[in-house]
C-alpha cells in the first residue's frame, strides 16, 4: 500500500509564512479567525431555500423560460453543499469542536451531491498536504486533466465529470487502510440509494419529463459545469516556481460571491486553512499588499475559461509563460 508521509507542500514553502506574516498584524489575523456558528447556518439556510425555490421552478411549467437560469442555480447550489462539507473538514462551523454533530452535517453535505464524506475529507486533507505534488496531491494525479486536448477538457464540463471523479476516488482510496476503505464503500451505497430513492420519488409524483428538468438537468447537467469553473479557479493557472503562487488569485464579484459561496478565494485559503468561508473576503482585502508585492495578479473565471479552451494552456502552469513562449 503507498504511504504519503510527507508533505510536500511544507517542505517547499521556503520563507512564504514570514512574508505573509509582515503584511498581517497578529491582532487583524485573529479577528479573521473567528468562527461565528450563527454565520455559517446562515449559509445552510440560504442553500437549502435555493435548493426548494429552484426545485419549484423546475417543477412548475407556467414559466419555462425559468428552467435554464433555475437549473443553473441549482447546480450552483449543489456546490455549495460541496463548500460546507470543506468547512466541515476544516473544523470551521463552531468555535469549539463538537465531533458527533460535525461528523453528521458532514454526512450530510455530503449526501446532497452523493459523494463520500470520508473520501473527500482524506483527499482534501492530502491536497493541502501534498500540493505542488503531481502525484501525492490526489486533485492533481486523479482530477486534473492529463491530456491538452479542447475535447477531453470539455468532458469535465459534463456528466462525463462522475465517471472521471469515482474513477479518481476509487484508485486514490486503494491506498488508505481497509477500515477506512470500508466506511467510504459504507456511505457512497447510503448516498446512492437516498438518491435512487429521490429518483423514484419525481419520476413517481411528476412523471419522467419532470424527473428530467427536476433532476437530471441541475445534477447532471449544470453540477458538472459549477464545479469545473470552480476548478479553473483553484490551481490551473499558477506559478510553479513560487510556492505564494501555487493558487490562482480569484477575487471574483458580488455574484461570484454568491454562487460560489466564496470558494472563489481558494487561494487565501491555501494560506491561511482554518479562516472560515465568510471571513475570505476581508483576508482577500487585507492581503492586497501582499499580492501587489509578490505580483499576483488578478484572475476571473472568463478569462480563465478563455485561456484553459481558446488558448488551450495546460493545467498547473504559468499561462503568461506559456504565450510568450508560443
Not at 437549502?48 to 417543477?59: Q, S, V
Not at 475535447?151 to 477500515?179: C, D, I, V
Not at 447537467?221 to 479553473?232: E, G, H, K, M
Amino acid at each position: 500500500m503507498k504511504t504519503k508521509k510527507y508533505r510536500h507542500y511544507y517542505q517547499h514553502l521556503g520563507d512564504l509564512k514570514s512574508r505573509l506574516s509582515e503584511s498581517l498584524p497578529r491582532q487583524q489575523l485573529r479577528a479573521l479567525h473567528e468562527v461565528r456558528a450563527h454565520r455559517h447556518f446562515l449559509v445552510v439556510g440560504r442553500l437549502l431555500l435555493t435548493l426548494l425555490l429552484a426545485g419549484a421552478a423546475l417543477w412548475q411549467t407556467r414559466w419555462p423560460w425559468l428552467w435554464f437560469p433555475a437549473a443553473m442555480i441549482q447546480g450552483f447550489t449543489l456546490l455549495g453543499f460541496v463548500i460546507l462539507l470543506h468547512e466541515q473538514i476544516h473544523k470551521m462551523i463552531f468555535a469549539t469542536s463538537r465531533p458527533r454533530l460535525e461528523r453528521f452535517l458532514g454526512l450530510f453535505y455530503a449526501a446532497v451531491t452523493g459523494i463520500s464524506a470520508t473520501q473527500f475529507c482524506n483527499w482534501h486533507l492530502q491536497h493541502h498536504d501534498q500540493l505542488g505534488s503531481d502525484s501525492a496531491d490526489p486533485k492533481r494525479a486523479h482530477l486534473s486533466p492529463k491530456r491538452n486536448r479542447r475535447w477531453f477538457k470539455l468532458l469535465y464540463f459534463t456528466p462525463a465529470l462522475f465517471f472521471l471523479y469515482t474513477r479518481g476516488a476509487l484508485r486514490e482510496a486503494r491506498t488508505y487502510p481497509s477500515q477506512t476503505q470500508k466506511i467510504i464503500r459504507r456511505e457512497r451505497l447510503g448516498n446512492i440509494t437516498l438518491h435512487l430513492a429521490i429518483l423514484a420519488t419525481i419520476g413517481v409524483l411528476g412523471g419522467p419529463w419532470v424527473l428530467l428538468r427536476v433532476y437530471v438537468l441541475p445534477v447532471f447537467f449544470c453540477f458538472p459545469i459549477a464545479f469545473s469553473v470552480n476548478r479553473l479557479g483553484q490551481h490551473y493557472n499558477i506559478d510553479p516556481e513560487d510556492p505564494a503562487k501555487w493558487s490562482t488569485r480569484v477575487d471574483g464579484n458580488p455574484i461570484w460571491h454568491f454562487l460560489m459561496v466564496w470558494s472563489n478565494f481558494h487561494l487565501e485559503h491555501h494560506y491561511y486553512q482554518r479562516v472560515p468561508f465568510y471571513n475570505l473576503k476581508k483576508l482577500n482585502r487585507a492581503l492586497l499588499p501582499f499580492f501587489l508585492k509578490t505580483g499576483l495578479r488578478n484572475r476571473g473565471y472568463l478569462e480563465l475559461i478563455w485561456g484553459w479552451f481558446v488558448q488551450n494552456h495546460r493545467a498547473h502552469t504559468r499561462w503568461e509563460r506559456e504565450k510568450t513562449e508560443a
